[in-house]
Structure formats: structure tokens, C-alpha cells
């Protein structure tokens, strides 16, 4: 059984550019979440997928958008990139459980 | 918006002492969990405490549940390096759509000195 696998690592942008993240589930999971964490504070609920549908969104801006796979693999999305979106980008998945399984991660500098 | 507001922002502790963290959360909860992460990594899911337990064990983990009080606390005993690490207290939303989306606190930052 894989875990949950996130690419690329780290990434450095420029303002106004876009960027799309990558999240592998682990086996057997259905639903993804996405979450923001800025430095020191806690993860931020971004949106989640459940079957390739969006399940719920946090407050978030559109410019944040995402989609689920049908092997449930997902991407994040972000658009015209904001010194404020400078995070670790996490990606959880679980299946039908409240616990979720966390990936390592996305480092994104925006200069 | 922070559901839950963990207690101390810091703790610095010896190894070989316990370590207890706490955490308040606002409104009503059909669970909690409690969450560790290294060094800016990924979480690690913990333990998960229903409305309806008072108190739960996993291993050197003990955690408590006050729905009356609103809070929740996080016991380590006999506390290693290893445990060096933040732990956050989450809390999905009490029902309906997008019930396993998770709200965070700011976590408590615990350092374990050899």
C-alpha cells in the first residue's frame, strides 16, 4: 500500500505566473483535500473532491481550482500567483473515514 | 477562521517528562483529532476522540475530551526526542456535505531535550 505522494517538492514562481501541483492518493482512497499552510500557522482547508466532484471549499478565491482524477489523483490549481499564496501546499486523502492521510507536501515560493 | 486554538503556542520539556497540550474549540463537534507534524512536513493523523468519548489511549498517547468546557488535551508520557514535533487539534464539520474537511488550530510547538 503506497502512501499519499505530492510533486514537485519545492517550486519557486514569479508573481502573476500559474502553477498546478500534483497529488497521488493513497490506494483504496476516494476523497482529497487540499490545504494551505503559511508559515507557523495551521493548514488552511482549501477544497476537497470526493469521486471527481468538488465537496466543499474553503475561503479561498476562484483563481484557486482543482480537479480530481478517475484513479482519484488530483491537481491543485492556482492562477496569477500572489506573494500571499508563498505555503506548503498539502494534500490529504482518506476514504469514507474522518482520519486523512497527508502527503509531504509542496513547498511554493512566490518572488 | 481557526476552529481550534491549541495551548502553549511552545513547550519545552526534558526527556523522560510528559508533556500535555491543550486545545478549545468553538462550536459543536463530531469528533476531534490530533495531528502531528516534523519540521514543515506532512501531518500525521494521531488519534481521533468521538463527541461521545470522554477519554482515549494510544500508546504513550492520552487524550481527553470536555464538550461541556469546549476543550480537548493531548498527553505524552515519557516524552523522547523524537517526539519533537508541532501537534494540531482538528475538528471536521459537525455533519452534512464536506463533512471530513478538517479546521486547524495553530498548533503547539513541543521541544524534547536529551
Known amino acids: 500500500e503506497t502512501g499519499v505522494t505530492q510533486s514537485p517538492t519545492h517550486l519557486i514562481k514569479t508573481r502573476g505566473q500559474q502553477v498546478t501541483l500534483r497529488c497521488s492518493s493513497q490506494?483504496?482512497?476516494?476523497?482529497v483535500s487540499w490545504y494551505q499552510q503559511a508559515l507557523g500557522q495551521g493548514p488552511q482547508f482549501i477544497f476537497q473532491?470526493?469521486?471527481?466532484?468538488?465537496?466543499g471549499r474553503g475561503n479561498f478565491p476562484p483563481r484557486f481550482s482543482g480537479l480530481q482524477f478517475p484513479n482519484y489523483s488530483s491537481e491543485l490549481n492556482v492562477n496569477a500567483l500572489e506573494l500571499d499564496d508563498s505555503a506548503l501546499y498539502l494534500c490529504?486523502?482518506?476514504?469514507?473515514?474522518?482520519?486523512?492521510?497527508f502527503g509531504p507536501g509542496t513547498r511554493l515560493t512566490v518572488t | 477562521s481557526q476552529q481550534g486554538e491549541e495551548d502553549p503556542q511552545a513547550l519545552s520539556i526534558q526527556e523522560g517528562e510528559n508533556a500535555t497540550m491543550n486545545c478549545s474549540y468553538k462550536?459543536?463537534?463530531?469528533?476531534l483529532q490530533w495531528y502531528r507534524q516534523n519540521s514543515g512536513r506532512g501531518l500525521v493523523h494521531l488519534i481521533l476522540?468521538?463527541?461521545?468519548?470522554r477519554e482515549k489511549h494510544s500508546g504513550r498517547l492520552r487524550v481527553t475530551l470536555d464538550t461541556s468546557k469546549k476543550s480537548s488535551s493531548l498527553l505524552i508520557t515519557a516524552s523522547r526526542a523524537a517526539d519533537t514535533a508541532s501537534y494540531f487539534c482538528?475538528?471536521?464539520?459537525?455533519?452534512?456535505?464536506?463533512?471530513?474537511?478538517?479546521?486547524f488550530g495553530k498548533g503547539t510547538k513541543l521541544s524534547v531535550i536529551p
Open positions: 490529504a486523502s482518506s476514504s469514507n473515514t474522518y482520519e486523512q492521510y
Open positions: 490506494s483504496g482512497h476516494n476523497t
Open positions: 473532491y470526493y469521486r471527481e466532484e468538488e465537496n
Open positions: 462550536t459543536s463537534i463530531n469528533n
Open positions: 476522540i468521538r463527541s461521545n468519548e
Open positions: 482538528a475538528t471536521p464539520p459537525y455533519s452534512g456535505a464536506g463533512s471530513y474537511q478538517l479546521t
